[in-house]
């Protein structure tokens, strides 16, 4: 027995060693040099706090998060059906991911970096984070929400457990959050931007909205991603397809137009256009565009099917009843 007991704390002692370099933390923490322009300090006083209750940590941090936002009013008692799963006695991220979006917020992963964690925090945008707080091999999950931070004494500060502000040195999260698989979330209007923004994890967010049919804020989300990517074919055609999907047709047609504008070969943008113009009883305008869509991608089916569509339409189409 004494043997085992031997082999188990050797084991114990050779993951902490292992988790014990903190070169993100040492970089930030290397003088002003190395801050990369951020501030000093900043601390996000005004997210709320609500205690997170034993094994339901996950809803209390995207309650937190939530309600920084206008107009959320969620607790962690309402979302808790949404994001507690009894049989892992916790909740999983992507839960976290699908219930902020189903509420109309854009969820969005940062980088594993925690400079960009802090650059979101400087930019005034909470962090959801996962902490694990034991040993790889026998790990304690835990979300937190990051409010701020200070380099100067080298703490982050937190709203945790039942602590509204709780200190931990910055070589210490970044432990804790390794050992969590540096995953950090930003829970935002659709109308908002990340600081550290990356054009495909963010219309991938956007898309997430569309998923959870959440239209005008997938639209939203989309035009946001247009003034920082203006060349973006997947802002484009997101956009009029969220249009589309809330109704808007006029507002789908407009999207792909100016699209098309800027990718004039592209054939979904041309398909879906034929689509939105044959819907308004347009055929003769929609024509040009199907016929365009299958010029570019013979292959398609659902862009012949549009062409065919078009082509029949045209066949009944009395003018006085339509255009």
């Not at 902490?16 to 190395?34: E, F, H, I, K, M």
């Not at 006083?45 to 609500?50: E, K, L, S, W």
């Not at 059906?81 to 009894?86: A, I, L, S, W």
């Not at 937190?158 to 804790?176: C, H, I, Y």
């Amino acid at each position: 027995m004494g043997r085992l007991w031997s082999l188990f704390l050797l084991v114990a002692v050779l993951s902490l060693v292992g988790c014990a370099s903190t070169p993100q933390s040492d970089r930030l923490l290397g003088g002003p040099a190395s801050m990369g322009g951020l501030p000093p300090r900043q601390e996000l006083t005004q997210v709320p706090f609500f205690p997170q209750e034993a094994l339901q940590c996950g809803p209390a941090s995207l309650a937190m998060a939530m309600n920084y936002l206008p107009g959320a009013g969620l607790t962690p008692e309402a979302l808790l059906n949404e994001v507690y799963t009894p049989g892992r006695a916790g909740s999983l991220q992507m839960d976290l991911i699908g219930a902020a979006r189903r509420h109309g917020a854009l969820a969005y992963v940062i980088r594993p970096d925690l400079e960009d964690l802090l650059r979101e925090m400087a930019a005034g945008h909470p962090v959801i984070i996962l902490q694990n707080l034991a040993f790889n091999w026998y790990p304690r999950w835990h979300y937190a929400v990051v409010v701020g931070y200070d380099l100067g004494s080298g703490d982050l500060i937190l709203r945790s457990g039942r602590e509204a502000r709780q200190l931990m040195p910055l070589r210490v999260f970044e432990r804790t959050w390794a050992r969590g698989g540096r995953w950090g979330l930003l829970v935002l209007p659709p109308t908002a931007l990340p600081a550290t923004a990356q054009q495909e994890p963010f219309l991938t967010a956007a898309l997430g909205l569309e998923k959870a049919r959440r239209w005008a804020a997938a639209a939203q989300a989309y035009e946001t991603a247009l003034k920082r990517w203006p060349d973006s074919l997947g802002a484009a055609l997101g956009l009029g397809n969220s249009r589309y999907a809330d109704g808007d047709r006029p507002g789908a047609v407009q999207a792909f137009w100016d699209g098309l504008a800027k990718h004039p070969d592209s054939a979904v943008l041309h398909n879906n256009l034929a689509q939105t113009l044959l819907d308004l009883k347009k055929p003769s305008d929609a024509l040009p565009h199907a016929q365009k869509a299958v010029e570019l991608d013979a292959g398609n089916p659902a862009f012949r099917d549009t062409l065919a569509a078009v082509r029949t339409a045209l066949a009944t189409f009395h003018p006085d009843a339509g255009q």
